[in-house]
């Protein structure tokens, strides 16, 4: 059995297959390991940790809301968020109709990541902030929709961490396979 911990850049479809309408890379265009899928999902737009694996009982677990794995995101925001914002998130908001579980948030100073390409807009006249928000649910675009619920869009999203594994070491597209202990 192999589990992976990826990478995945921005502007990559989280499947190996491509439609035929479909353009740009997906997980095959950079994972050569046969057999394994993604244990979740990362919008095209979104960067990050994702692990992928042959193990359907692990990719279960890692999958179903009722174990609540906690995921990391450093997510950066248009606006400088302040402490009502951030206290919002941490008691959950209502998305989609339905509020979400509560959240840990906190404001961070600009994480040392790879550059962006294509790189994210930027407006002089409006600064942006970095949060860390982790969560126990997943949500489609869950980190945009709160972050936009409570009046900053999210201008860039990667989650750095799930459960206690994180990105170290990892530079976008890459890929190392899960040690036992881990």
């Not at 997906?26 to 990050?48: K, Q």
């Not at 942006?128 to 972050?147: A, D, F, K, P």
């Not at 009046?151 to 459960?163: D, K, M, N, S, Y």
Request: glycine letters at 8%; aromatic letters at 8%.
């Amino acid at each position: 059995m192999a589990t992976l911990i990826f990478y995945k850049p921005f502007n990559v479809l989280c499947q190996f297959s491509r439609d035929e309408a479909e353009t740009g890379q997906t997980l095959a265009d950079f994972v050569v390991i046969p057999n394994v899928y993604p244990a979740g999902r990362l919008d095209r737009d979104s960067e990050g940790l994702l692990l992928l694996t042959d193990d359907g009982p692990l990719q279960h677990r890692l999958t179903d809301p009722r174990f609540a794995h906690p995921r990391t995101y450093w997510v950066q925001v248009e606006g400088e968020i302040g402490a009502e914002a951030l206290e919002q998130l941490n008691k959950g908001v209502s998305i989609q109709g339905s509020r979400t579980r509560p959240a840990v948030s906190r404001v961070i100073e600009p994480p040392d990541v790879p550059e962006r390409i294509p790189p994210i807009r930027y407006r002089k006249s409006i600064p942006t902030s970095w949060l860390e928000i982790t969560l126990t649910e997943g949500r489609n675009r869950q980190v945009r929709r709160m972050t936009a619920a409570v009046g900053f869009p999210t201008l860039r999203l990667i989650r750095h961490g799930l459960g206690g594994l994180t990105l170290e070491g990892l530079q976008p597209g890459e890929w190392r396979v899960l040690t036992a202990g881990e």
